[in-house]
């Protein structure tokens, strides 16, 4: 930051330094009560905002340090904090934005006995700088994230795109989750034939039979359907012959699917036998992938739709 951190009556921090820790304050407070359209906690659910950064979640725990330490002493704002704890929140600027020996300095000067605290806040800087950046954007939940990947293709241009990069090995990458599509496939029509599960061997879209490609639709259709999820399942609900087992296979498969989607890469050895048990709650996109894609063609070949 470069600046003196105390004039030379002891222990009174300079202008320049107090100013800095003013600017950071107003830099935190609004990551954690605008940036997002929310107010952000440390108690928040995470998972509800997958497009903020691990910085942002650093910037909102230190705002709550800030708040806390201005309401243990009572005062209005900052300005009306005494030495002892204007140092407190001096600590606190310079282990997110202090040279290391700017910090040191600080930390020679502590008298609250929060050094150790200071330098976890530190550490947790230098890690939370490290991570990548999120791959929602600021204020796209998981399910418009989700969508976004996946759209702006036709079916068949989904499911082929889909088809080359699980048969290229590409679907590591998670760039998108158009290998769902293709990958259910695949795997359903080995199982019914009880065969190895070979990933080049999965047909392509013109070789689908049209129960095939209507529940091939359906889970398209679910990648892409972002937060109207709902809709989607009132659709088939109460349809025979097996409507409302479609409608949970849907929200299993988008549950799962989004969870992919925030992942930055995908495991290698996707699961070739059968799905676990429908009860488990922990159920990945691949098994509920699968049981949609099985549901959905029983559920189209009712229909008179082969």
């Known amino acids: 930051m470069g600046f003196t951190l105390?004039?030379?009556?002891?222990?009174?921090?300079?202008?320049?330094?107090?100013?800095?820790?003013?600017t950071f304050h107003a830099e935190i407070?609004?990551?954690?009560?605008?940036?997002?359209?929310?107010?952000?906690t440390t108690a928040t659910n995470r998972r509800h905002y997958p497009g903020v950064s691990e910085t942002d979640w650093m910037a909102v725990q230190v705002y709550e340090l800030f708040e806390d330490v201005r309401e243990k002493a009572g005062a209005q704002d900052?300005?009306?904090?005494?030495?002892?704890?204007?140092?407190?929140?001096?600590?606190?600027?310079?282990?997110?934005?202090?040279?290391?020996?700017?910090?040191?300095?600080?930390?020679?000067?502590?008298?609250s006995v929060m050094s150790e605290h200071m330098r976890?806040?530190?550490?947790?800087w230098a890690w939370a700088r490290s991570m990548p950046a999120p791959r929602a954007l600021p204020g796209e939940s998981a399910a418009e994230m989700l969508a976004r990947f996946?759209?702006?293709?036709?079916?068949?241009?989904?499911?082929?795109?889909g088809r080359e990069t699980l048969i290229s090995g590409?679907?590591?990458?998670?760039?998108?989750?158009?290998?769902?599509?293709p990958y259910a496939v695949q795997r359903l029509q080995a199982l019914g034939a009880q065969i190895p599960c070979v990933w080049r061997n999965a047909p392509a879209f013109k070789n689908l039979h049209m129960a095939e490609r209507n529940a091939v639709g359906l889970m398209y259709r679910t990648l892409c359907i972002s937060d109207d999820v709902l809709e989607l399942m009132n659709e088939v609900l109460e349809e025979p012959p097996n409507g409302d087992l479609v409608m949970e296979c849907i929200k299993m498969f988008h549950n799962g699917a989004t969870r992919l989607a925030l992942a930055?890469?995908?495991?290698?050895?996707?699961?070739?036998?059968?799905?676990?048990?429908?009860?488990?709650?922990?159920?990945?996109?691949?098994?509920?992938?699968?049981?949609?894609?099985?549901?959905?063609?029983?559920?189209?070949?009712?229909?008179?739709?082969?």
Do not use: C
């Not at 976890?120 to 947790?124: E, K, Y």
């Not at 799905?275 to 159920?283: C, G, K, N, R, T």
């Open 264 to 306: 930055d890469s995908v495991t290698a050895d996707l699961p070739t036998g059968r799905p676990d048990s429908v009860h488990d709650m922990q159920l990945t996109a691949f098994d509920t992938g699968l049981r949609l894609l099985d549901a959905a063609m029983r559920y189209y070949a009712a229909r008179n739709d082969v």
């Open 29 to 40: 407070r609004t990551i954690a009560l605008v940036k997002h359209g929310t107010i952000l």
């Open 170 to 181: 590409r679907f590591i990458d998670n760039d998108t989750q158009l290998f769902l599509l």
């Open 120 to 124: 976890g806040l530190r550490d947790g």
């Open 78 to 111: 900052l300005d009306a904090l005494g030495p002892e704890h204007r140092h407190i929140l001096l600590m606190a600027t310079l282990a997110a934005k202090g040279t290391q020996a700017e910090f040191d300095s600080a930390l020679k000067h502590d008298r």
């Open 6 to 22: 105390f004039r030379k009556k002891r222990h009174a921090m300079s202008d320049t330094a107090w100013q800095s820790v003013k």
């Open 150 to 161: 996946n759209r702006g293709l036709t079916l068949d241009e989904a499911y082929n795109r």
